[in-house]
């Protein structure tokens, strides 16, 4: 069989067996580990530079609040370019988005500009609603067999990130003498032209045909369905009070008299631990439930913030974020799970995107608000602020739970 020659995905029909899937799953799976790791990057070091930088203390996590609203911004567009284009043309144009971000970050930093290195986060977030998709991509090609696999396969780029990041910044933050920090954001931009090159070689795959058929019922019909609305609460949640803390804990660690190094490295096993369970993550819902694995990702939430009250040792903080990670990674993939059983296939789509842009849009703000509550009340605050959602959540899973209110598909 001849290799394909067109960039868009629906001109081209896959070969028989799953050798496409298998590919494309490789290579998003290192694409995942390059561009996955750029929020570690952001996440580690935007607070510090924001300190240095912003004329207001209380603005010092903006950069992180832009690299989330960057997310939320970019998921619908993102998603329309890749209909359009095909998935690898609009990879190609998402990892030039990521290494404009870099660059212009570093510039920022460098010209003492708190301005042009938001600006820089804000375009490294956008390019991460590309990264996002990676998962649904690996399936495209995919017979239902191998789809677990395939995400497994992408989800292990995402466990690699984990360590890229934040190693990419214990190496690289001083490169730049002048300009501290400026090098790993330099890096971050490397990371994001390998990850085009990779990207590039990425087989077209076709689009399923359901979207095209029909739109389906009106969305704002589905999302004021009971059962969206408590998916939805609980992702908003879990992936809401992740950052929020997860924003924090950097400053915090600075604060308490811990490195540079300590932080990121803190970053790191929090986002190990937030990628790591994936393996397992969808069997144990397979046994359990998808409303019993998220309410245990909640209660994890709520427990990382009673290690995080109990002191300010390195073990606290570590061991605090490690269960941060694995609470978002039982409540948000439940969550997920759940969110699956509300809209019909030709629904998915719209639905899924306006899922993610909640749920972004909702990051972004308690990233930004964690900056404010840190310098305001200091760490204690922003640990006692994790309970109250987490206990709403907890009794809106508990109702939908009594009153069967959530169906199965």
Known sequence: MSAPTSISDSSVQ???????????????????????????????????????????????????????????????????????AGRRFGYIVGAGIGLSGGCLAAFGIASFSFTLFCLGTLIIGSYGSFNQSYRFAATDAASERFKPKAISWVMTGGLAAGVIGPQTVIWTRDAVQAAPFAGAFLAQATLALLSMIVVSFLRPAPLGVASTKAAGRPLIEIVRQPRFIAAAVTGLVSYSLMTFVMTAAPLAMIGCGHSVGVAALGIQWHILAMFGPSFFTGRLIARFGKRPVTAAGLVLIALSALIGLSGIGIPHFWTALILLGLGWN??????????????RPEERAKVQAANDFLIFGSVAAASFSSGKLLSAGGWESVNWLVFPPVAIALLLLAWQQRTKAIAPA
Do not use: E
């Open 330 to 343: 039982f409540g948000f993939i439940g969550a997920t799970s759940m969110v699956t059983d509300c809209y």
């Open 14 to 84: 896959a070969p028989s067996g799953d050798a496409v899937a298998k590919h494309n799953a490789v290579v998003l799976a290192v694409a995942m580990a390059l561009g996955g790791s750029s929020p570690a990057i952001v996440v580690s070091l935007g607070g510090l530079v924001g300190q240095s930088l912003a004329w207001n203390k209380d603005l010092a996590t903006l950069p992180v609040s832009l690299l989330n609203l960057g997310l939320a911004l970019g998921t619908i567009p993102a998603a329309m370019l890749m209909r359009k």
